[in-house]
Structures are given as C-alpha cells and as structure tokens.
C-alpha cells in the first residue's frame, strides 16, 4: 500500500518525534516542577524562555539552532571537538529542533497538573518520613501523570508536524532529515506529486488521531490517570 | 515531653509562645487566629521559627542557637490535618503503609494489624479514598500517621470538617488509642468539649500569645480566662469512676471526690474511670436542699467566686468537695439568695443534661 520510500519516511518521523520526547521529558518535568512548586530568582525570566519557541516563527527558531549548533557554531563546534557529536543536517538535528518546539507545550500541561495537587499531600509525605524526593516520586509524579501524558502527547504530535524550524536547521535531506511533513511539501513543489502527497498527508493525520485516542485511553485508565478512579 | 519557646513573624501576626507540657494529651485551644496551626507547623517543621528551640521527649529538634533544625521526614511528628489529605491514587492500605515503610525496623513498635484492628479499618483496605466517608478518611489518615512510628501525635482540628455524628465516631477512636497506644498526643481545636473530652492538660492560645498552661479543670474553670473559653459553653469537667449500672432505668452512678452523679447510661464498666463535663447552664443553685422536685442531682458545696461583672448573668464558682463546678445564674437570683464567697449552697443538675457528648473515657 505504501512504497518503500513512504515507509522510511514515516519510520524518520516517529524516530524523530520519539527522541525528541524521550530526552525533553526528564528536562520539561524538572523545569514544570520549578515553575509550579519553588520560587526563585528568574523565575519569570525562565518561564520567558521556555515559551520562546510558542511566540517565534518557527523560521527564527531553526536559524538560532544553526547558529548555535552548526558545525562553526558556539555550541555545535564544541559537541564535535570534545563528543565527536554533530547535528547539524543529521536526523539528531530534527529531533533537537523537535525537542525546542515542542518543549513549551510539554512543560505547560506537566506544570498545570503539578501546580493542581495540593501541596499540603507532599506536606503529610514529609511528616510521614519521606524525603523530598522521594515525596516527589511517590506522590507528585504519580498525581501529576494525567498532565505528563497529555504532555507527552501534545509534543509528539507538535514533533510529527514540525516543519519550520526542521527545514532551516537541518534542511530537507532524503532519508536524513526528510520528515513527513518536509516531504510532503517537496511533494507539492514537485510535478504530478499531488497524489503522493494526499497519500502521506492521510498518514499524518492518522499518526495524530492514534496519538490522541492513545493519550485519551491513557487518561482513563485507572493504572495512569486520575479520570476514572476519582469517578470511582 | 513537650518543650516549646519560639518566636516566629508571619506577615502581620507574631508568635511569640513558650511552655512544657507533661501530659498524655495536651490540648492547644485557641479561636482561629489564635496562632494554634502556626504553632503546629513550627512543631512538624512545615515553618521555621525565627528564635527559639522545640525539644520532645527529650530529643531536640529544633534550636536555632545551636543550628539544629530537623527536616519534617527526621522529627517524626505524626501529623493530622483537618482534611484526611490521603493520597488519592493510593489504595487505604497503601496510605497506612507509606509512613511505615519509611521508618526503621529499629523504631517499628507499632505493628500495621494492630492499628487496623484498633481503628477499625479492616473492611477499608482495598478502597481508594474517594469511596470513603468522611469519618472513615479521618480513621485512616490518623491510623497513617500512627504506622509511622511518631514520637507525638499532632492532631490539628481533627474533627472540624465532619458532621456531628462522624465527630462522635472519630472521638472514639481517639480515646481508645490513646488509652492503648501511650503516644503523647497534641490536640488542636477550638472546641472545649473535644479538648476537654480528650486532654489532660491545656494551653490556651491567644492572638500568638501563650494566656495559660496548666490543667484542663483548672484552666477551663477559672473565670477570668472566660472571655478565651467562651461563655456559652461554660463549664466544668470532672473525673470520675463508674459505680454502678440501673439497667431498669437506665441510668449509671458516677462517684467522684465530691459526691456521686446519676447520668444516663454510660458504655463503660464499673470501676473504668469516664470524664463528665457539666455546663455551667445546666446547674441551678438553692439554699436548702429541695424536696418533691424531678432533678436527680443535688450536690452539697459552696460558694468559691462569683463573678463580678455587670451583666445579667453571672457565672458562679463552687467547690464540690475539692471538685470546681460552675453555675450559670441570673444576677436577680444572685441577689436574692445572697450569694457570697463561702456560702454552702446546694447545687442540682438534671440527670437528662448530660449528653452523649459530654461523658468520655478518662
């Protein structure tokens, strides 16, 4: 049904979104944790920060990533002369591009579902013997995993779809950095690939329906989220 | 086994308190505002104090001349809020052994079936909190705090969110662990029939200020501290050991230092010592003892203080014995008997004005 080609591209796209879930996580966690629990110096600042990529066009986001991350770049040249690690024009770039853009999103929902529990539950954690983080662990990330799901979900399909900030860091390679949604686009700049294109955009829409039913599933399940054990 | 002297500014409103208490359960009473769950978080950790030091049961665990200041999880103060604030996601069982699991072995003494069995929380362990009543959530939250092995129970409003049968339930409870468990307890309320159902001695808390420490009877009695203890609840408490069931009438003979007292029937058995507190509207005064008349109660005593406001009711003091007994009377009725420090009088209470409430286990 789909060719070889087809299949690569959506294997690059989940890999990408994948990873750039899997890495933001842990950082987006601590980072809702921080705005929902502590106050601190910068706080406003940082919260600034991590909406950047909400508020900027995507455009800006890829150029500032390539400036940074390129091979000559403040941070790129470093990770290649101390890690051997390049990501510029590789598929770790997308998913880091990825990560960026979806990062607001996660760390919004997680710091909504934070900022929800009540504190004095962490407070009767403590009394009861257990250290700040283990209260985190046993009690705040338990209580909160309705918003990190939802979260998690959010940025997947915010990564599937990423488009902007993708293309102008890392460009649109074949079998590199071609994601779905940057081969689709080279599709509709190509003559008669007007087919192709509908078949791959019927995929993205079907990937984002399956993320979203998933999250939905998750939500209710009794084992993850809160829906339907508080309806008992 | 409880030493406190702290000092702490919240916004606007100082606490400034120092005492020692040496009690089984001592009762912080105060009105809200009074500084009470400052003063309980102070104890727990949940705040630090600007100056001073908490030392219980001879373990210091704050003192911030010698820079000590345990964190919440190393004072083992077992903790229960007014809302049973158990984990949601966490079945009964669960929540009774979260604070378990993270004490020692060392310091284990207090076994899980042995709190389940006490609370009676048995057909509870497999529900999560939300199919749980109010009084049931409270059980388990104070059998939680119990499992962790606390050196003091700190109970702040333990009953004030749940209805009056509920409150009855909890109470219960209550007694019956600290009659069998010998944990100190602290008591937080605003309610002087709790603190005196339950509490030995008492501090009275006002505006962050300690106002009196000292015995329950002694404290609740004096007529001074009325504005703090409130004039319509009034009254005295006193120990006393059961003598004998009515079965026919249904009523129970209570014995104490002064006489003997007829109340309706009491769950306890002859001999077990129960706690009755007498409000001071529930005593009528005469000068010779009455006859042809329905009230049960009539108590030889005199005159101790009366108090000596303008208002039309007028709180007397008497001696029962050795016992202090309060009579709410009007200042006609003063007058007219010729009331005065040192005057024998008689005084009666009706058998029917002692209510469930207000006969607990000593």
């Known amino acids: 049904m789909l060719s070889d080609d087809e299949l690569g591209i959506i294997a690059l796209s989940l890999k990408v979104a994948l990873t750039?879930?899997?890495?933001?996580?842990?950082?987006?966690?601590?980072?809702?944790?921080?705005?929902?629990?502590?106050?601190?110096?910068?706080?406003?600042?940082?919260?600034?920060?991590?909406?950047?990529?909400?508020?900027?066009?995507?455009?800006?986001?890829?150029?500032?990533?390539?400036?940074?991350?390129?091979?000559?770049?403040?941070?790129?040249?470093?990770?290649?002369?101390?890690?051997?690690?390049?990501?510029?024009?590789?598929?770790?770039?997308?998913?880091?591009?990825?990560?960026?853009?979806?990062?607001?999103?996660?760390v919004r929902a997680i710091r909504l579902s934070f900022a929800a529990i009540d504190r004095r539950l962490e407070t009767v954690g403590r009394t009861l013997g257990g250290s700040r983080a283990w209260v985190f662990l046993s009690i705040t990330l338990p209580l909160g995993l309705p918003g990190i799901i939802s979260g998690v979900v959010l940025a997947f399909a915010r990564s599937l779809g990423e488009f902007g900030a993708t293309i102008t860091f890392v460009s649109n390679i074949p079998g590199e950095?071609?994601?779905?949604?940057?081969?689709?686009?080279?599709?509709?700049?190509?003559?008669?690939?007007?087919?192709?294109?509908?078949?791959?955009?019927?995929?993205?829409?079907?990937?984002?329906?399956?993320?979203?039913?998933?999250?939905?599933?998750?939500?209710?399940?009794?084992?993850?989220?809160?829906?339907?054990?508080?309806?008992? | 086994m409880l030493e406190v002297d702290v000092e702490q500014q919240l916004g606007d409103f100082e606490l400034k308190v120092a005492f020692r208490a040496e009690a089984p359960v001592v009762g912080l009473f105060g009105r809200s505002g009074a500084g009470k769950t400052s003063l309980v978080n102070a104890l727990a950790g949940t705040a630090r104090p600007r100056r001073g030091r908490i030392v219980v049961n001879g373990e210091t665990l704050f003192d911030r001349d010698r820079g000590i200041d345990l964190p919440p999880e190393r004072r083992r103060l077992g903790y229960v809020f007014q809302d049973a604030l158990l984990f949601p996601h966490l079945k009964v069982e669960a929540n009774l052994h979260y604070g378990y699991r993270r004490a020692g072995a060392a310091t284990r003494v207090i076994e899980p079936d042995q709190v389940i069995d006490l609370l009676g929380l048995r057909a509870l362990l497999e529900r999560y909190p939300d199919r749980l009543s109010g009084g049931e959530k409270q059980r388990v939250a104070i059998g939680r705090a119990l499992l962790a092995q606390p050196r003091l129970l700190l109970m702040d409003e333990p009953l004030a969110s749940l209805d009056m049968q509920r409150r009855d339930e909890v109470l219960r409870y209550i007694e019956l662990l600290r009659d069998s468990l010998h944990i100190p307890i602290v008591y937080v309320s605003h309610s002087v029939a709790e603190i005196t159902r339950l509490a030995d001695s008492i501090v009275l808390l006002a505006e962050g200020r300690i106002v009196a420490v000292g015995d329950v009877d002694e404290v609740m009695s004096r007529l001074d501290l009325r504005p703090l203890t409130g004039r319509y609840e009034a009254g005295a408490v006193i120990d006393s050991t059961v003598v004998a069931h009515d079965p026919h009438y249904g009523l129970t003979t209570l014995a104490f230092d002064g006489g003997e007292l007829s109340v309706p029937s009491v769950e306890a058995l002859v001999g077990e010592r129960v706690r009755v507190r007498i409000r001071a509207r529930d005593v009528s005064l005469a000068l010779s003892r009455p006859e042809g008349i329905s009230i049960v109660n009539v108590l030889p005593s005199t005159v101790a203080k009366v108090a000596d406001d303008a208002s039309p009711i007028v709180d007397v003091q008497l001696l029962v014995g050795s016992v202090p007994l309060l009579a709410r009377i009007t200042r006609r009725s003063v007058v007219e008997l010729g009331l005065a420090e040192g005057l024998p009088v008689y005084a009666l209470i009706k058998a029917v004005s002692f209510d469930r409430r207000s006969v607990g286990y000593a």
């Open chain 1, 20 to 106: 750039s879930v899997a890495f933001s996580l842990p950082l987006a966690i601590a980072v809702a944790y921080l705005l929902a629990r502590r106050e601190f110096p910068g706080k406003t600042l940082l919260d600034a920060v991590v909406h950047l990529p909400l508020v900027l066009p995507p455009v800006v986001v890829g150029f500032a990533l390539l400036v940074l991350f390129g091979r000559q770049g403040w941070i790129g040249a470093r990770l290649a002369d101390w890690f051997g690690i390049v990501v510029a024009f590789r598929w770790t770039g997308a998913a880091l591009a990825a990560a960026i853009m979806g990062f607001p999103l996660m």
């Open chain 1, 177 to 232: 950095t071609q994601t779905l949604p940057l081969a689709i686009y080279s599709l509709t700049q190509t003559p008669n690939g007007d087919a192709q294109a509908l078949r791959l955009s019927i995929v993205a829409v079907v990937l984002s329906i399956v993320a979203l039913v998933a999250a939905q599933w998750l939500a209710r399940h009794p084992r993850f989220g809160g829906a339907e054990r508080a309806r008992g």
